[in-house]
């Protein structure tokens, strides 16, 4: 899907959802003289937790949101929460796609906010007031960038923080010892997608972290931190699911930084794990 396809400004109409896999509101957005934020979920199999979600998205005392929701096909009752949810979803879609990846470059082109994210099925915004923030911060700042701090929890009990993931002062040496802002919390303009490109779905799990190689050292773009925790992650996941996919994780890092001539190599990437021990003491 090309990056520059975006939702029309114009409301779309019952006719446009296609057997009951597409779905929202499509809506028009009214406030003119305020930024649009699109913020794209990925979903799939995810049913016990979207909810909670879509609910923090819902939440949100900002009111200028653009909530896009990618299931990858799933077969539990994600689909069912997508149409309970019709009204409050701006769209939704569901199909086979080619992975996580895929479904967040589909969503980057069907964004038409003026900034976009990315808030997985099961992550939430840690309060009401995290978007309101994220824009005050892009409007004082004036930069292309910002990202902020994310609790880790442990699944069934949301109150216990595994890990507080802050990296309040990005380098490339962070880079090279595969240490990246939290993904979750990285909010920037839609331009920098449009010069930069999509993620790489060539990649099975550290796209994410090419894609913020190439965009801070590479494209070099201007950042701001919000010294906040603004998302909250559920424990588990691909990269996080035992020893073959860490090993997998780090070589794709190590991919990731000789694609975009940034030097490192494995004992390079042995020097994160002091800074992901105090994470968890923090």
């Excluded at 808030?119 to 004036?142: G, H, P, R, W, Y």
């Excluded at 990296?167 to 303009?189: A, D």
Aim: one cysteine or more; glycine letters at 4%; a neutral charge.
């Amino acid at each position: 899907m090309d990056i520059n396809t975006s939702i029309s400004s114009s409301c779309f109409s019952e006719n446009d959802k296609i057997l009951g896999l597409e779905g929202g509101l499509r809506s028009c957005k009214i406030l003119k003289d305020t930024p649009l934020i699109s913020v794209i979920t990925v979903v799939f199999n995810a049913a016990d937790t979207l909810k909670d979600t879509i609910e923090s998205v819902r939440s949100q005392t900002y009111q200028n949101i653009e909530h896009i929701i990618i299931d990858g096909g799933s077969t539990d009752a994600t689909v069912d929460i997508l149409k309970e949810y019709d009204q409050v979803i701006d769209y939704w879609l569901s199909e086979k796609d080619a992975g996580i990846y895929d479904a967040m470059n589909k969503g980057i082109a069907l964004c038409s906010g003026d900034y976009i994210g990315m808030l997985n099925a099961d992550d939430m915004f840690s309060d009401n007031s995290v978007l309101q923030t994220i824009i005050d911060e892009f409007k004082t700042k004036k930069v292309d960038a910002v990202f902020s701090c994310l609790n880790i929890v442990e699944k069934n009990n949301l109150s216990h923080v595994l890990r507080k993931y802050r990296v309040p002062s990005f380098s490339s040496f962070l880079m090279r010892i595969g240490i990246m802002p939290p993904h979750p919390t990285f909010y920037c303009k839609k331009s920098v997608y449009k010069d930069a490109g999509l993620y790489k779905t060539n990649y099975k799990i550290a796209a994410d972290f090419e894609m913020l190689v190439r965009l801070l050292i590479k494209q070099k773009i201007t950042w701001s931190f919000i010294d906040k925790v603004t998302v909250t992650m559920r424990s588990g996941g691909v990269s996080n699911s035992g020893i073959k996919s860490t090993l997998l994780l780090n070589s794709e890092i190590i991919r990731a930084c000789k694609e975009n001539n940034l030097y490192t190599n494995w004992l390079f990437l042995f020097l994160k794990l002091p800074v992901r021990l105090l994470e968890v003491l923090r």
